[in-house]
T-cell receptor, first 114, second 116 residues
Framework: DGGITQSPKYLFRKEGQNVTLSCEQN?????MYWYRQDPGQGLRLIYYSQIVNDFQKGDIAEGYSVSREKKESFPLTVTSAQKNPTAFYLC?????????????FGDGTRLSIL | AQTVTQSQPEMSVQEAETVTLSCTYD???????LFWYKQPPSRQMILVIRQEAYKQQNATENRFSVNFQKAAKSFSLKISDSQLGDTAMYFCAFTSRETSGSRLTFGEGTQLTVNP
């Protein structure tokens, strides 16, 4: 079955450490997205990418970085510059050329500080 | 910039009854899309229903239907015959062809609890 796989499900970060969250999709979607969700709140966009080797900042990109070397993969790195990384992170993808098609989401990664 | 507002942080309903969740949005665009997503305790984001702004007919998906009022910029979700499995956080979301990357703008969410 096609879908989006996020790993790991749980991740712990030490002070001053960079950590990378994985997102892989086999839906052949061009566009991919990273969202952050804090408790009791909606989703906020961190980064998005519409094609390979191209990506744009979302609303809360500071302290995060991404790469898009392959169509299937859009990893998110939470850097030590992100002072409050504890949150739930969701990856999504979408068929870029289809107007009303929704974003499909992975199951998320919960990141906590040790 | 578009904004999406859900004014009901929490709602509850008895099993088998009907409940309506509210959503309003602000945009100057004419061609856009609206979605309701459900996030159960498992934290998965599940698409419930979608509406194209150019369509006057309200979308329906089994027990779920919307009341789309374009002039009022309102997009409410009605859940009929509520079931215990409908307990979840519900998010209203907006996107458009003009929006860069077709990014979604989400409301703050409404926590719905279905009581037995």
């Amino acid at each position: 079955d096609g879908g989006i796989t996020q790993s790991p499900k749980y991740l712990f970060r030490k002070e001053g450490q960079n950590v990378t969250l994985s997102c892989e999709q086999n839906l052949n979607h061009d566009a991919m997205y990273w969202y952050r969700q804090d408790p009791g709140q909606g989703l906020r966009l961190i980064y998005y990418s519409q094609i390979v080797n191209d990506f744009q900042k979302g609303d809360i990109a500071e302290g995060y970085s991404v790469s898009r070397e392959k169509k299937e993969s859009f990893p998110l790195t939470v850097t030590s510059a992100q002072k409050n990384p504890t949150a739930f992170y969701l990856c999504a993808s979408r068929d870029r050329l289809s107007g009303n098609q929704p974003q499909h989401f992975g199951d998320g990664t919960r990141l906590s500080i040790l | 910039a578009q904004t999406v507002t859900q004014s009901q942080p929490e709602m509850s309903v008895q099993e088998a009854e009907t409940v309506t969740l509210s959503c309003t949005y602000d945009t100057s665009e004419n061609n856009y899309y609206l979605f309701w997503y459900k996030q159960p305790p498992s934290r998965q984001m599940i698409l419930v229903i979608r509406q194209e702004a150019y369509k006057q007919q309200n979308a329906t998906e089994n027990r779920f239907s919307v009341n789309f009022q374009k002039a009022a910029k309102s997009f409410s979700l009605k859940i009929s015959d509520s079931q215990l499995g409908d307990t979840a956080m519900y998010f209203c979301a907006f996107t458009s062809r003009e929006t860069s990357g077709s990014r979604l703008t989400f409301g703050e969410g409404t926590q719905l609890t279905v009581n037995p």
